[in-house]
């Protein structure tokens, strides 16, 4: 059975979810460009994170399957760096984390919940879109001159 519940900043497994966020993203090291903003997250970002309420978990047990960043901003609770244990995908763990992420945002009255995935990770797109997401804008990143992400929101 699969729980849901926030990390605290001083929770003892924070330096299990940098590492979780390292086996998730592997995959997409190949495929994107420019590289993820992965490679700049500290455990002094993740505590930080959790220290705002910003850090939700799945959990198997104690085991850490998943996470979740959350960042409250205007009328939208945008959801960054979902992650879930590779072998453990595709059971429910993501989407058990964007209905804590939309349950919050509805606790604090916001409207929409946000997210944004590669331009090419098409498989995103469409696990997105089978949870009520859809697109509304294309974003590059600094230097380049094509959308290198997209935005998809939720409406609650």
């Known amino acids: 059975m699969i729980s849901v ?3 605290s900043s001083d ?3 924070l330096p299990d ?4 966020l390292h086996r998730s993203f592997a995959y997409m090291e190949d495929r994107i460009d420019p590289p993820s903003s992965l490679h700049r997250l500290t455990p002094a970002n993740i505590r930080e994170t959790a220290r705002q309420g910003g ?3 799945a959990f198997d047990g104690e085991e850490l399957v998943g996470c979740v960043f959350l960042k409250y901003d205007g009328e939208a609770l945008y959801v960054g760096k979902l992650a879930v244990e590779p072998g453990r995908q595709g059971h429910g763990i993501g989407r058990a984390l964007i209905l804590e992420a939309e349950r919050r945002a509805a606790d604090r009255d916001f409207l929409k919940v946000t997210l944004q ?3 090419e990770l098409i498989e995103n797109h469409t696990a997105f879109a089978k949870m009520g997401f859809v697109k509304t804008g294309e974003t ?3 230097g380049y001159d094509r959308p ?3 935005t998809m929101t939720k409406i609650l």
Do not use: Y
């Open 140 to 142: 590059a990143h600094d």
């Open 148 to 150: 290198t992400s997209i």
């Open 5 to 7: 519940r926030e990390i």
């Open 11 to 13: 929770a003892a497994i």
């Open 55 to 57: 850090l939700v978990g």
């Open 117 to 119: 995935t590669r331009i």
């Open 17 to 20: 979810v940098l590492e979780l």
